[in-house]
């Protein structure tokens, strides 16, 4: 992963995790279903993220390609 990819999470995940501290204080029922589901979709994002941005970073490096030529600015 690329240092902007770490800089992406930075910002989201930290005010996820203020948020999700936010709503457990905010239940007053105490109904951790929500709360587990809320989790289990950002788990599952968090792993969808990575995997997509570990492939692009495989085949998108610039620089890589086999037939890239200096440009010609004549």
Known sequence: MGV??????GLMLVPLIIF???LIKKD???NYL????????AII???????????FM??????MEPNSKAPSYK
């Open 34 to 41: 929500g709360l587990a589901v809320l989790v289990m979709m």
């Open 58 to 63: 495989e085949n998108n490096t610039p620089g």
């Open 28 to 30: 007053k029922n105490r």
């Open 45 to 55: 994002a968090i792993i969808a993220i990575v995997k997509i941005d570990a492939h």
């Open 4 to 9: 902007m990819s770490f800089v992406f999470f």
């Open 20 to 22: 999700l501290v936010w």
